[in-house]
């Protein structure tokens, strides 16, 4: 595999995905995300509100619809609150295992720097 313009280029012309985060990507997402579940609910309710002055306009399955929407809106925003927490916990477990990793890769370079015998790699007089 080589680099071209900042890509990685593998077997046959395939571009291969190049991964590269920072340290609090996944806790910035995870604080962005949160945000979002409550403007979620906030935002569902103000189409509601919105759609008040249509109320009577439709006829049919339009109506039912609609009407349906109106009634269900507590258990719709539920239901995406529900899957947006599922999306921050595991979101919220993908962080820990990052830190979790970076610690660990730290404490096992510092080990072995330590056993490593620096002076026997040394070329010349002694």
Known sequence: M?????EAQGHAGVTDVKFDMGSTTLSDLGRNTEGSSTDLGTLIRMLIQAAEPLEGKFNGSGKVAFDSFKTRADEITAALNGS?????????????????????????????????????????AR
């Not at 080589?2 to 900042?6: I, M, R, T």
């Not at 295992?97 to 002076?119: C, H, I, K, S, V």
């Open 2 to 6: 080589f680099e071209q313009d900042g």
């Open 84 to 124: 947006l927490s599922a999306i921050l916990e595991g979101q919220g477990g993908m962080d820990t295992a990052f830190a979790t990793g970076d610690t660990e890769q730290q404490d096992n370079a510092q080990r072995n720097m330590g056993a490593a015998n620096f002076d026997a790699a040394r070329f010349g």
